[in-house]
């Protein structure tokens, strides 16, 4: 199971972090991954990690500003979300795959219930 928090509401050019909180004992064999759904658009990729935290990928529309990391004594992955804009609004879903850092939804076995996140112009 997946558990995502730490959205809200949020001034533009803020900072937000979000955590996905996993169960079970193979967290660390996983990769994780950030996808977000804006209304009335499809659910996009935004981050994910390797399973030891080594490799990242991100879309373009969040590098330099997202930070995706992890923290397998914890099982949790976390978003840090920098100088967010208004277009970053949306619900954010963490997901876990043992796929090598895929960037697709379908490649995505398990999902949370999704958190979210308004950023205010």
């Known amino acids: 199971q997946l558990q995502a928090s730490g959205g809200g509401l949020v001034q533009a050019g803020g900072s937000l972090r979000l955590s996905c909180a996993a169960s079970?004992?193979?967290?660390?064999?996983?990769?994780m991954a950030w996808f977000r759904q804006a209304p009335g658009k499809e659910r996009e990729f935004v981050a994910a990690?390797?399973?030891?935290?080594?490799?990242?990928k991100y879309a373009d529309s969040v590098k330099g500003r997202f930070t995706i990391s992890r923290d397998n004594a914890k099982n949790t992955v976390y978003l840090q979300m920098n100088v967010v804009k208004p277009e970053d609004t949306a619900v954010y879903y963490c997901?876990?795959?043992?796929?090598?850092?895929?960037?697709?939804?379908?490649?995505?076995?398990?999902w949370g219930q999704g958190t979210q996140v308004t950023v205010s112009s």
């Open positions: 079970g004992r193979a967290f660390s064999t996983y990769t």
């Open positions: 990690i390797s399973n030891r935290g080594a490799y990242t």
């Open positions: 997901s876990a795959t043992l796929r090598w850092i895929p960037t697709h939804q379908s490649d995505y076995n398990y």
